[in-house]
């Protein structure tokens, strides 16, 4: 169970360092420079797949053997269930700006398209 839990932690951190980058094209997009599109598309889609078919059903199974051992520490986990369902509304809103604003910019046709 460590393990997993190692695993879950050090995936956090991954994801945390990703939004880094995340922020610093976004930063670049705001000045009126071009943003590396691929980066920010791969990032966008990391985050639309991975945590929900991967991460997720592990902390899942974490939270279930939590509840069946410490049914009083598991009611705090709904802060988590909350967090997953603003994550995914605020990546789909995040893909859906940002696709439309990138697919204005001159040299974003082609990116991640093969082109």
Known sequence: MTEIIDVL???HR?????LRV???????????DR????VVLAVIDYFKDYPDSCHHPEEDM???????RDPVAAASIGVLEAQRKGTHHETGCFERTSG???CRWPGFAGVGSGA
């Open 14 to 18: 991954n994801m945390e360092s990703l």
């Open 35 to 38: 943003p590396d599109y691929e």
């Open 9 to 11: 932690r050090q995936e």
């Open 100 to 102: 439309y604003q990138f």
């Open 62 to 68: 974490i939270v279930e053997k939590l509840k069946a």
């Open 22 to 32: 995340l922020e610093r094209e976004v930063s670049v997009f705001s000045r009126g």
